[in-house]
């Protein structure tokens, strides 16, 4: 049956996956708070305008990958795209103003209705920080650097490569669109469909095109790095100064963009070349509009999302389960005494599994199959005298030990 297949877009993620999943989310929010973030959780879906009137209505976001539809109040409801715009809706909503700065991190899963690819799913899922409040490149510096530290914690640092690029503040930027207008008009006839559609709206994006026909004429297009004024040069080589002094290495990519308006100074990527067309992993950037767009206080901000499905494709961490105890009662009348010892040491951090039913030589078979790292075996007799046998499950070795002292015995297995 088809309806027994999962969307296409979408997936099962099973055990083995999730691990790794789950070590990429934590290893983000561990690192986060190290900079001092805390974590926001904020709705999977928001009203359509928080996305349509952030990202901009020529956005390929808007126009062709939101999940959109009306619910039974008759609102117009959008899955949630991007983690930035649901954040700062949250900063107004709640009044943060009063909190500046704030250091923000969330995770979560993200849709868009696009054509599958590796590593990008219609439903996929980010990690992301935001810091608002803070005009200064300090920031800029702060999360990258972070970023930075992030990625080298799963064991990437050899695989990715930081591109950075300058925006200007909102005089160069109007500067170079004049410019850049002024070159591209020569190329009307030559641009893609989707470029000659940016080319009034939002012409800075066509030089993140990646259609081979527009490649050739950006290349040659004018650099933004030329229509800065002093302001934004300073806060550029301030920038680039200060990823230097912490020895994090970045390429300048000219034709690195954000296309809206309330976008200025920095974009950043984390890329790779390992995953195809598509190898971005992180981005981020500085937008010190949007939140006035939206509504509220003038607010500075800047921030980054990383997909987790990309992450987890190049990560060399380890993704096995983390080997259990096996805890085995040599009858089935001794299950309930066993149900006590599994349960003190389960409140105490260790893995233990313990099985419904079989004999001790079933469970002891499924003790192998589950990899465990210990047996501890329970009879009438060891019930009587207060002790367990001990058996570790690599060399075959049996003890007795008084339950009173088994923890202590057991340490080097705890896993929390």
């Known amino acids: 049956m088809e309806s027994l297949k999962p969307v296409r877009g979408t997936q099962d993620v099973l055990p083995q996956e999730s691990r790794i999943y789950r070590k990429v989310e934590e290893t983000a929010y561990k690192v986060a708070q190290r900079y001092g973030f805390d974590e926001i959780d904020i709705p999977i879906f928001e009203f359509s305008e928080v996305f349509s009137r952030t990202l901009g209505d020529s956005s390929d976001i808007v126009t062709k990958e939101m999940y959109t539809f009306v619910d039974k109040g008759g609102d117009t409801i959008t899955l949630r795209p991007e983690g930035t715009a649901g954040v700062a809706r949250a900063f107004i909503s709640n009044g943060l103003q009063q909190s500046l700065p704030l250091k923000l991190f969330y995770k979560g899963p993200m849709f868009r209705y696009e054509r599958p690819q590796k590593g990008r799913r219609r439903q996929f899922r980010q990690v992301g920080v935001e810091?608002?409040?803070?005009?200064?490149?300090?920031?800029?510096?702060?999360?990258?650097?972070?970023?930075?530290?992030?990625?080298?914690?799963?064991?990437?640092?050899?695989?990715?490569?930081?591109?950075l690029n300058t925006l200007g503040d909102n005089d160069s930027r109007q500067l170079y669109k004049v410019r850049l207008l002024d070159y591209l008009d020569k190329y009307k006839n030559e641009l893609s469909k989707d470029s000659l559609n940016r080319l009034r709206k939002n012409p800075l994006r066509i030089l993140d095109s990646k259609d081979p026909r527009d490649r050739s004429i950006v290349d040659n297009a004018p650099k933004i790095i030329d229509s800065l004024n002093h302001d934004s040069k300073q806060f550029f080589e301030n920038l680039c100064d200060g990823l230097e002094k912490l020895n994090i290495s970045f390429k300048h990519s000219t034709n690195l963009v954000r296309g809206l308006d309330y976008y200025c100074?920095?974009?950043?990527?984390?890329?790779?070349?390992?995953?195809?067309?598509?190898?971005?992993?992180?981005?981020?950037?500085?937008?010190?509009?949007?939140?006035?767009?939206?509504?509220?206080?003038?607010?500075?901000?800047?921030?980054?999302?990383?997909?987790?499905?990309?992450?987890?494709?190049?990560?060399?961490?380890?993704?096995?389960?983390?080997?259990?105890?096996?805890?085995?009662?040599?009858?089935?009348?001794?299950?309930?005494?066993?149900?006590?010892?599994?349960?003190?040491?389960?409140?105490?951090?260790?893995?233990?599994?313990?099985?419904?039913?079989?004999?001790?030589?079933?469970?002891?078979?499924?003790?192998?199959?589950?990899?465990?790292?210990?047996?501890?075996?329970l009879g009438?007799?060891?019930?009587?005298?207060?002790?367990?046998?001990?058996?570790?499950?690599?060399?075959?070795?049996?003890?007795?030990?008084?339950?009173?002292?088994?923890?202590?015995?057991?340490?080097?297995?705890?896993?929390?």
């Open 265 to 377: 100074h920095t974009a950043f990527e984390f890329t790779s070349t390992n995953l195809g067309a598509q190898g971005t992993v992180l981005a981020g950037g500085r937008y010190d509009g949007l939140i006035n767009q939206m509504g509220g206080p003038n607010t500075p901000g800047i921030g980054w999302a990383a997909g987790i499905e990309r992450l987890a494709l190049l990560t060399k961490m380890e993704n096995k389960k983390i080997r259990p105890i096996a805890v085995i009662p040599t009858n089935q009348e001794n299950y309930i005494d066993a149900l006590v010892i599994a349960e003190k040491l389960r409140k105490n951090g260790f893995n233990i599994e313990l099985g419904y039913n079989g004999s001790a030589k079933k469970r002891m078979k499924k003790a192998n199959e589950n990899n465990c790292i210990a047996a501890i075996l």
């Open 380 to 416: 009438k007799e060891e019930i009587k005298n207060n002790i367990v046998i001990l058996k570790d499950m690599d060399s075959g070795a049996q003890q007795e030990i008084s339950q009173l002292k088994l923890e202590k015995h057991l340490d080097m297995y705890k896993i929390i």
């Open 131 to 163: 810091v608002l409040g803070v005009s200064s490149y300090q920031a800029d510096v702060e999360i990258i650097s972070l970023a930075s530290n992030f990625l080298k914690e799963l064991n990437l640092e050899n695989d990715i490569t930081l591109e």
